[in-house]
């Protein structure tokens, strides 16, 4: 029997061209499916990422959002309550100036702060003096207690004390130029009195811790005055003469 040689090669090529076709096609149907499952994991995990992004922007936002609202709240309320009081108080203190200042701001008066002069009582025979004290410091000072009085020599002179009605109920303030008086017993008008003629008398003032050191010289009115140490008493100094707490 004789094989049909070209036939039998022919069939073979058709087979081999047939298994390299469906091996092509097994490879392709394989690497779509591949493609495709690394295509929806791309689009799986890039989708997730923008979640995630998204989730992040809205936490981030938020974050943001209450940490700025609390900040700028917080501060906005400490500035503006800060900034009224330290405006109120300003405003309060260019207002008021030194002038307006309490005793517990004002400085006690200095014997250089204060000129003091001394006047009759309109009486016969001179029982009263008053004092009048004047702030020509420039600022406001506080003249504490009663003006301690020497007639005669500071180191001999017998104290003088203060009659404790006459104490006003509160410290006195002097605004530059301002006065404060003092009523000052001398004597008590009689023919025999153990008096003596003064022609200039001390007076002392009190520092914030007693008797300041230093004296103002005052002179006395005209002719003089006479004295009775054994009577002698002063008022407080206060910014007017008052009815019953300055008469003794």
Request: charged share 15%; hydrophobic share 35%; aromatic share 4%.
């Amino acid at each position: 029997m004789r094989i049909n040689t070209s036939a039998v090669l022919a069939a073979t090529a058709v087979a081999a061209l047939s298994l390299g076709l469906t091996a092509c096609g097994g490879d392709s149907d394989t690497g779509a499916k591949d493609m495709g499952g690394q295509t929806s994991s791309q689009s799986a995990g890039t989708a997730g990422n923008g979640t995630a992004d998204q989730t992040e922007a809205k936490g981030g936002a938020g974050s943001t959002g209450a940490t700025t609202g609390g900040s700028t709240g917080a501060t906005t309320t400490g500035s503006t309550t800060g900034g009224s009081g330290t405006s109120a108080s300003t405003s309060g203190k260019a207002t008021g100036g030194d002038s307006g200042k309490t005793s517990a701001e004002a400085l006690a008066c200095s014997r250089g702060d204060i000129k003091v002069t001394a006047a009759k009582a309109d009486e016969v025979p001179t029982e009263h003096i008053v004092l009048t004290a004047t702030n020509v410091s420039g600022r406001s000072c506080t003249l504490l207690q009663y003006p301690l009085l020497a007639f005669g020599p500071v180191q001999t002179a017998k104290d003088i004390p203060a009659v404790a009605k006459s104490k006003p109920a509160a410290p006195v303030v002097l605004k530059p130029g301002a006065p404060a008086y003092a009523n000052v017993r001398v004597a008590l008008g009689g023919v025999d009195e153990p008096n003596k003629v003064v022609k200039e008398f001390n007076v002392n003032l009190f520092a914030a811790d007693g008797p300041a050191e230093g004296s103002i010289v005052v002179k006395a009115p005209a002719g003089g005055l006479a004295v009775n140490e054994a009577a002698a008493k002063t008022g407080y100094w206060t910014h007017e003469l008052r009815n019953g707490a300055d008469d003794f």
